[in-house]
Every structure is written in structure tokens, then in C-alpha cells.
């Protein structure tokens, strides 16, 4: 078991005072099994004039944030500790029909998980899928994790990641043919090449820990990180964390779970000015352990 800390801290500057809409804050992380929240604080500038919490359609814990005065910066500091214990589902006993691809989800199953199944995103000519499907023919057993493990490293030895500063996240298809990406999209190209095979897939947005980052600073945005998760019967949703080559939760602090990335954004608002009001975002995240 480790304790890790996180502190996450967004800066937003303008040229000149702005009033603000509500904005929405994605930080708080579920207890599970595996990851136990021991303590989280949120601390705003300027003051909010309320914080609601909610409950998504996902179950993310959201904090709505408004407020009533306008300001030329706008800084959020959250921080988050919590218990974390490795684990890696696939060691776990999957379900007897399960352990072979192809497989098929019980009904009762399947109701709940058929909009994680159905693919979101255009595929001209199939690419994404054809590029899935050669996993299953490379995999010598046969075997459903092993496809999935295959399928995640494939993307982390053969795809160049690469920040960007635009927003939001590439096509699958996109990334496919440019062989470069964020996690982000990594992880939806992941997700979209499990769903092309049948498979149950969605988006996980949180943390990871990087031993040789510890007690450091990363700036810059794409500070938070992003991997997949596949749902299989008997294990239950499995991380794969391509970017990194990651199958199980080892080092990865989960916050958020969503269908799709545009469901699962970290901080999102907005301010009522022009556009050239705004000068500058910077982004700082520290994780860090104590064993």
C-alpha cells in the first residue's frame, strides 16, 4: 500500500478584470477497493460565491463553482491524498467463457454496457478496426487479456507521444495515421480499437506517479493524465494505460470515469469578455508518495 499526495493547481490570467461562469471541477476522487480517499481540499481566487456538489451521470464526484465577482486572475488549487494498492485484474480469475476471444456479454450485462461497446467515432475504410483485429491474429494464445495486453503495447511502443496545446482530443483515425498523440489520445484510440473487436471500453482521467518525478514539478498543460479502461467478465473493468504500457492500476491515481473524453474534462468554465481578454494558463501538478 502508498499514500499518495496531489496537488494540482490551474492559474488562468487576463488582461483585464472578466466576470465568470460557473465552472465545473472534476478532482475528487470515489473510495474503492483499491484506492482509498484520505483527504481532499479545494481553495479558489478569487472567493467563490458557492460550491454545490454533485453526483454525474457517471457517478464523478463534480464541483460547481460560481462566481460573482469579476477578476483578471483566476487560480484553483486542489489536493487530494489517498491510500493506493496495486492491482492487476488480469492475474484475476476472468470468466471461463471470457478467456477466449471472441466472446459475448450476458444480456443482463450487456443492457448496461452497450453504449461503452458502440463506437463513437468515424473510421473511413475501417483502419481502426482492420489495425485492431491484427492483434488477435498476432496473439498466440488466443486469449483475451493477451490481446488486450498486445493491443496496449503496441500504442506504447509504436506511437510517439507528444503535448499539444490545443484543446480537446484527436480522432482515433487521426492518430492512427499520425503515430503520435497525448495520453489522451492514446487512450481513445485504445478504446475505440477494443470497441471495433466488441469489447466494453471508457475513458479514465486522474493522475500517475513517476518515481523519478518525485518531489518535482511538472508545468505545462496535459499535466493531468489519461488511460482506458476494458470491462471484462469475471475482472470487472481492467485499466490499460497505453501511453506508459500499463495493464493493471500500478501508479495511476484514478479520479474520473466517463464514456467518452469531452465527458471527463478535469476543470471546465467559462468568462464573459473577448477574446484576446485572456493572456495565459499554467498548469502544475505534484504527485508524490509517502511509503
Known sequence: MTVYSVKHITHYSYKRPVAFGQHRVLFRPRDSFDQRLLDATMTIDPEPAGIRWIHDVFGNCIALVDIDRPADQLRFETNIRLDHTPQVPLDLEIDRK???????????????????ITRHYEDPGGAVAHWAHQFVGTSSSGQTGHVLMTLCYAIHESFVYARRSEHGTQAPIQTLMMRQGTCRDFALLMMEAARSLGLAARFVTGYIYVPDRDGSTTLGGGSTHAWCQVYLP???WVEFDPTNGIVGNHDLIRVGVARDPRQAVPLWGSYDGAADDFDDLVVQVNVTTQR
Do not use: I
Open 98 to 116: 471470457a478467456l477466449t476471444y471472441p466472446f459475448s456479454y450476458d444480456d443482463e450485462e450487456l443492457t448496461d454496457l452497450s453504449c461503452t
Open 234 to 236: 469475471g475482472a470487472g
